[in-house]
């Protein structure tokens, strides 16, 4: 692993205020703009290839009802998980913009979890840049109960690319604490695991997470409120830093002076964030 900076700067979704989210250019762009790591969430194929993509279905951010018309569940999703790999990476991902809006835009492919590592190598053998990759497993639960459980193909896709010491630079989160106590304690991974919350965290819990955990993923209403006022109770990172957890805040956006707050205020040791440019300038601005 080269070496990173002491405050990460990590791209939500790769750089998604700018280019269509989880898509191989999204985390190109972040990339160039200076961010230290990407975040992508997972969910799984029919045929159980990790992808990436943050909803469990498929018409929000792509054409699959285009492609695939009715092919959807009772509830009126296209359920990635009905889908191959194949056909899921074959889609246009479009992001968050309106339908009427997407013929504007460039066909993006959805990446494979697999595809992204392969885009995480290519940039490390011709550049020697090895960048954070934060991995989400999104709804390990939904996951086990439609019978295919989510750790153990994200593990394997990771261990192919020798992605599986504490220091390889890949870090595991989840809002399920079970989905992460499992993958320490049942499939024994090394890998930091950071647990996702959008709770106030008792010093209670915080020993609780501290057993199986690396970090906490806050959101940022959890340390400062919109007015940019600190919250009763939201002094996270200390009480991180006293059981040696590292501290991330999400979802940053384009407030400079917010994401310099968290870095330097409160004592984050990383944002995540939409918009990396902004990061990296208010990292730099120590105040
Ligand atoms: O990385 C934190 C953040 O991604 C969690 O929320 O909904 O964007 O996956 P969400
Ligand atoms: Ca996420």
Redo the contacts with the bound molecule.
Sequence with gaps: MNHQPDKLV?A??GASAYVPEHTLAAYALALGQGADGI?T?VVLSADGVPVCL?DLWLETTTDVAERFDGRTRSDGHYYAIEFTAEQITQLCAFGRVAREDRPALPCLLVPSLEDLLRFRQLLHRTTGRLFTL?I?L?APHFHREQGKPLEEPVLEVLNRYGCNSADCGVIL?S?DAQSLQRLRRELGTHLPLFQ?TVHPVTSHQMDEIAAYAQGI?A?RWLIEDGEGNPVEGGELASGCHQLGLKL?V??MGRDEDAVRRMFWQYGADGV?TDNPDVAVNARGQET
Excluded: A, G, N, V
């Design positions: 990590i939500h979704r975040e969430d943050h934060l989400e999104k989160q809002f996702l993923s959101q991330l999400w979802t995540i």
